[in-house]
């Protein structure tokens, strides 16, 4: 047994996973989660730089994770970055400078890579999973979507709309403007337009992954505080995004805190929750099973494999 932890780097938000990885039995047990509201991503959108002060603050939630990592006693450390990294031109001399501060080396994906991970990730564990399968990932900066089965991804993409990117590129603030919404959505219309089209084939068979869908299926239920149990393998109906979006569209900031949205993703789920309103609209989508798992849990498994191999050999 080898125990990791894997730190998925994100536009908005950082996710850590320790789990305890069994190449014999090719189980994942996951030990400890967390999530930290980081937004590496604010401006990158418009600077194309991760600034000083997000640089301090990944430091600070990395330096917290290593903690973390050493007091549970982790084999070892995997860190992936994603979107924020891969736009930002300083991307080189942020992982040079993390790591000499940290000893944490961040492998910057490519949207390919992180799309293939979030893929096998969103499911791992689960005994139901279909034969065809798609995976909408919707992060800070990117959405990622992938199809196939469990023995492989037969069609994926990565396209450059996100709930940061956006909210900061559209929204004054909110409740945006009616001109402002209708701006967004036609962006993110335009954007999907060439993009999903494959995905059309497995639209009865979608899985949705992080903090964008886990919180709609918080607000769905009613949840002031996150219920890991009760938002894993959640139903969300498109009536019930249709629903959300509508009451979103018209809300403060101190209103979406008040429907348990932490403060650190209020600013930026009303973009988050049109971008998959959208996605559900133009494929026809009746529902989306939401997964708690995701990129992280790739990583984990993606380590767990290159394990099983390192035993065969």
């Not at 999530?35 to 194309?48: C, M, S």
């Not at 973390?68 to 001399?93: F, K, M, V, W, Y």
């Not at 995004?241 to 008040?258: A, P």
Request: proline share 3%.
């Amino acid at each position: 047994m080898k125990r990791v932890s894997c730190i998925d780097i994100g536009t908005n938000t950082a996710l850590l996973l320790i789990t305890d990885l069994e190449p014999e039995s090719g189980t994942i047990l996951p030990v400890f989660h967390k999530q930290t509201i980081l937004r590496l991503g604010k401006n990158v959108d418009a600077e194309k730089i991760i600034d000083t002060e997000a640089l301090q603050r990944l430091n600070t939630c990395l330096e917290d994770h290593l903690t973390i990592s050493r007091e549970h006693g982790c084999d070892s450390i995997i860190a992936a970055g994603t979107s924020a990294l891969r736009d930002a031109g300083n991307r080189q001399a942020v992982i040079k400078e993390i790591a000499a501060l940290t000893g944490i080396t961040i492998e910057c994906l490519t949207g390919r890579e992180e799309a293939e991970l979030t893929f096998f990730g969103a499911v791992a564990g689960m005994t139901d999973v279909p034969e065809l399968f798609t995976v909408l990932d919707i992060g800070g900066g990117s959405t990622e979507i992938s199809m196939g089965s469990l023995c492989g991804l037969t069609e994926s993409v990565s396209i450059d709309i996100g709930s940061v990117r956006l909210t900061e590129r559209f929204f004054t603030d909110l409740p945006p403007s009616a001109k402002e919404f209708k701006a967004a959505k036609g962006a993110i219309n335009e954007a999907f337009t060439s993009g999903i089209i494959p995905f059309f084939a497995s639209r009865t068979h979608v899985y949705g992954v992080a903090g964008t869908l886990t919180s709609i299926a918080q607000i769905a239920q009613g949840l002031k505080h996150f219920d890991a149990m009760k938002v894993h393998n959640f139903t969300l109906d498109f009536e019930s995004v249709h629903s959300i979006l509508e009451t979103l569209k018209k809300s403060t900031i101190e209103e979406i805190i008040e429907l348990g949205v932490p403060e650190g993703r209020a600013d930026v789920i009303t973009m988050g929750t049109l971008i998959l309103h959208q996605f559900m609209r133009m494929l026809g989508i009746p529902e989306i099973r939401v997964s708690i798992q995701g990129l992280r849990f790739g990583m984990a498994q993606k380590e767990l494999l290159r394990l099983q191999e390192s035993l065969r050999q």
